[in-house]
């Protein structure tokens, strides 16, 4: 399996960043510098940013993938952040490696299955005729007028490249289409992880709510839970300076 793509700076216990669906590692940069006493990792996911493009992924290969990227750096255990997506691959790898993470955050995701939301998203970026493309203003037109709101296609369009042929994605689109399935669902909610754990999540978003408490406590029985007020699903880039204090302590808490 081909390694991860991924940024290493500082000193000091290890601590692993993991973005969420269409991002990159550049998603939690400003979590990364805040957490200035540790040597901070933020990976691209398989299907993202610079990493390997799979045609199909789920929780236990991705786990898989982040204790990959571990051994080749000789970690024995990290401490790991993941928002959305990024959060259920963190969860995953705690449950399936628990004894090589040493702490766990979740960014407004729970550890249960959800229903479809990113139709939308996957029409318009499938539509997008990148060979027709004239420029980035074009692209984004284009997404706003599948019915994307602009902060999203602000977000989705960070995976445009150009090159002398033309546009491209960054991400593999395909290989996300036919995982998206494994991506919303979670295979795992029998397992348990014992280690720290806690769940930050918008007050305003709907990705955790009460109805998830019993899989949390269930799945991470040492589980604590923080909510942002005026935050929604985006919540380290609405409320970074919280966020990031937040994270920075109770990582401290758990070293």
Not at 42 to 66: C, F, K, Q, T
Not at 115 to 140: E, I, K, M, Y
Request: glycine content about 8%; aromatic content about 8%; some cysteine.
């Amino acid at each position: 399996m081909t390694s991860l793509n991924y940024t290493q700076s500082g000193q000091g216990s290890p601590v692993i960043l993991i973005h969420g669906l269409f991002g990159n590692l550049d998603n939690l940069k400003t979590l990364g510098n805040a957490l200035e006493d540790h040597q901070v990792i933020r990976i691209d996911v398989p299907n993202h940013g610079l990493s390997p493009h799979w045609p199909n992924m789920d929780y236990p290969m991705l786990a898989e993938a982040v204790i990959g990227l571990m051994d080749e750096l000789e970690l024995e255990s990290a401490h790991l952040v993941g928002h959305s997506m990024g959060g259920k691959i963190a969860m995953a790898t705690a449950l399936l490696y628990g004894d090589r993470v040493r702490s766990l955050v979740a960014a407004d995701i729970a550890p249960v299955a959800y229903q479809p939301r990113h139709q939308t998203v996957f029409a318009g970026l499938s539509n997008l005729d990148l060979s027709a493309l004239a420029n980035r203003a074009d692209a984004q037109k284009q997404l706003l007028g599948a019915g994307i709101d602009e902060g999203t296609a602000l977000f989705l369009l960070k995976n445009l490249t150009k090159d002398e042929q033309g546009f491209a994605w960054k991400m593999n689109l395909a290989g996300l289409k036919s995982s998206y399935e494994h991506l919303i669902g979670w295979p795992l909610a029998d397992r348990a992880y014992t280690g720290p754990s806690l769940c930050i999540r918008g007050a305003d978003s709907d990705y955790v709510t009460a109805a998830h408490r019993q899989a949390f406590l269930s799945q991470f029985p040492k589980i604590q839970a923080k909510s942002l007020a005026g935050t929604g699903h985006w919540l380290h880039a609405q409320k970074p300076a919280i966020f990031n204090r937040i994270v920075a302590e109770f990582i401290a808490e758990n070293d």
